[in-house]
């Protein structure tokens, strides 16, 4: 009987840690859409802002470690799969926001560095993701 308890508590935590996931994802999609933006988008550019690239980055290619990462890294930290993110990063490429770059040492690694108005359209949007954050995860 207690270990039929203790199994429901964990399967409710289990739903209300997803349940919490799913609408805070969602508040953050509503926030970012007017400006062309998800919250994985968001979440790719906030990685590149931040400086989780490679710590060899910039011996290996000159340009500062916040600049830029390879793709594993990103797909390492992201939940997407590695087809979802990879149109994601097209999408990002595409709108101007980030330029994808073959790793010189690594033929098969690919460099993802983010643009100006990648960086630009980021500090915009930063405090928005903030706010859905803080409303979403903050006892009430």
């Known amino acids: 009987m207690a270990a039929e308890k203790a199994a429901s508590r964990l ?3 289990w739903r209300d840690i997803l349940s ?3 609408r805070t994802m969602c508040e953050i999609d509503r926030e970012l859409h007017p400006h062309g933006l998800g919250a994985s988008d968001f979440e790719v550019l906030d990685m590149l802002v931040s400086g989780t690239s490679a ?12 600049e830029q990462c390879r793709v594993q890294n990103i797909a390492d930290r992201i939940h997407l799969s590695q ?11 595409k709108e ?4 994808r770059s073959i790793c010189q040492e690594d033929r098969r690694g690919v460099w993802v560095a983010l643009t100006q108005k990648g ?3 980021h500090a915009q949007v ?12 903050t006892d009430a």
């Open 96 to 99: 101007g926001l980030v330029e």
């Open 126 to 137: 930063l405090p928005l993701q903030r706010a859905a954050l803080a409303s979403m995860l």
């Open 55 to 66: 710590p060899d980055a910039q011996a290996k290619t000159g340009r500062a470690p916040a």
């Open 11 to 13: 399967e409710d935590q």
């Open 83 to 93: 087809s979802a993110l990879s149109r994601l990063i097209g999408r990002l490429e």
């Open 20 to 22: 919490v996931h799913a």
């Open 119 to 121: 960086r630009d359209l």
